[in-house]
């Protein structure tokens, strides 16, 4: 395993978002926004806060928006000075110095593991991230950053997993394998979206990822599997017979922003946490006769 730090991310966004129609027909349902802070920000700033350097966008079409919220923009934030608007002015500018960013375009709608390996030429020889652009997880020390911690010392690829209902394992990637300490797991095997009757376990996958650029050679071998795509989860099952690869149940609370109920849920989480909403919400929930702490 490389001694290289991570310093890279890959956060695929190359969906139609065809659950958030017609919302997403216009825009990037990535830019659909937790109160005020659009989903991407969130996901990004999680790398960031973890000691990202570069983050590496696969997009497609129509997804601009996304590269401009982290662009700088100097008319808007000249014209919120003129206003005395400093403080958005400020936090304009905060979003375009964030990080540095590079976009490349995934062609073919070909899943997952097929938008990963677009990344392999800005990736090289270096371990890095996978955040995926639905899954939201709130916690005090950051997701990814708890699976660099288990990576630098373990020396292992690692992905993020959490226990989930029997009856939801049709909806994720799901590992098996031994289990080391409570939370960490040597994984034997990935299977992608098994129906409850064939899932080797609980713990699901809902979209974290460290792992060692070697991935790359499994992905461009993998061949098309559920759903028609390439599946990183096959990749990583293939990777895990040839290299260690673990599983760490992390902390923190995950919000599928990719699902209508699931971004109501992340919504309401997210403003009951601050100090200038959560009254104004409790008082709104109560209207519909829902008694909320």
């Known amino acids: 395993m490389s001694s290289f730090k991570v310093r890279k991310a890959?956060?695929?966004?190359?969906?139609l978002g065809t659950r958030f129609f017609p919302a997403s027909k216009a825009i990037p349902k990535e830019m659909i926004p937790i109160v005020d802070v659009p989903v991407i920000q969130h996901i990004v700033e999680e790398a960031v806060q973890s000691g990202i350097q570069e983050i590496i966008l696969i997009t497609a079409r129509n997804k601009e928006a996304i590269e401009n919220h982290f662009d700088l923009n100097y008319e808007l934030e000249d014209?919120?000075?003129?206003?005395?608007?400093?403080d958005l002015a400020e936090l304009s500018r905060s979003?375009?110095?964030?990080?540095?960013l590079v976009a490349i375009r995934q062609k073919t709608p070909l899943g997952?593991?097929?938008?990963?390996?677009?990344?392999?030429?800005?990736?090289?020889?270096?371990?890095?991230?996978?955040?995926?652009?639905?899954?939201?997880?709130?916690?005090?020390?950051?997701?990814t950053q708890q699976l660099i911690d288990v990576f630098e010392r373990e020396q292992a690829s690692v992905v993020g997993v959490m226990k989930v209902p029997k009856?939801?394992?049709?909806?994720?990637?799901?590992?098996?394998?031994?289990?080391?300490?409570?939370k960490l797991m040597e994984v034997s095997h990935l299977v992608e979206k098994p129906s409850p009757a064939e899932a080797p376990s609980q713990l699901?996958?809902?979209?974290?990822?460290?792992?060692?650029?070697?991935?790359?050679?499994?992905?461009?071998?993998?061949?098309?599997?559920?759903?028609?795509?390439?599946?990183?989860?096959?990749?990583?099952?293939?990777?895990?017979?040839?290299?260690?690869?673990?599983?760490?149940?992390?902390?923190?609370?995950?919000?599928?922003?990719g699902d209508r109920l699931g971004l109501i849920d992340a919504?309401?989480?997210?403003?009951?946490?601050?100090?200038?909403?959560?009254?104004?919400?409790?008082?709104?929930?109560?209207?519909?006769?829902e008694p909320f702490q």
Do not use: N
């Open 204 to 257: 699901a996958i809902p979209g974290r990822y460290i792992l060692s650029p070697s991935i790359f050679g499994f992905l461009r071998k993998t061949v098309i599997g559920q759903g028609g795509e390439i599946q990183l989860t096959d990749a990583l099952s293939s990777f895990a017979q040839k290299e260690k690869l673990l599983a760490y149940q992390f902390d923190g609370d995950r919000y599928d922003t």
């Open 79 to 86: 014209a919120l000075e003129k206003k005395g608007k400093k």
């Open 112 to 143: 997952l593991g097929h938008a990963v390996l677009c990344a392999a030429p800005w990736i090289k020889d270096e371990p890095f991230a996978v955040l995926l652009g639905d899954d939201l997880v709130d916690a005090e020390v950051p997701c």
């Open 267 to 289: 919504t309401l989480a997210f403003a009951l946490k601050r100090a200038d909403l959560a009254e104004g919400v409790r008082e709104l929930l109560k209207k519909y006769g």
């Open 167 to 182: 009856d939801q394992v049709s909806k994720y990637g799901i590992v098996s394998g031994k289990m080391i300490t409570t």
């Open 10 to 15: 890959v956060i695929p966004v190359a969906g």
């Open 95 to 100: 979003i375009g110095q964030m990080c540095q």
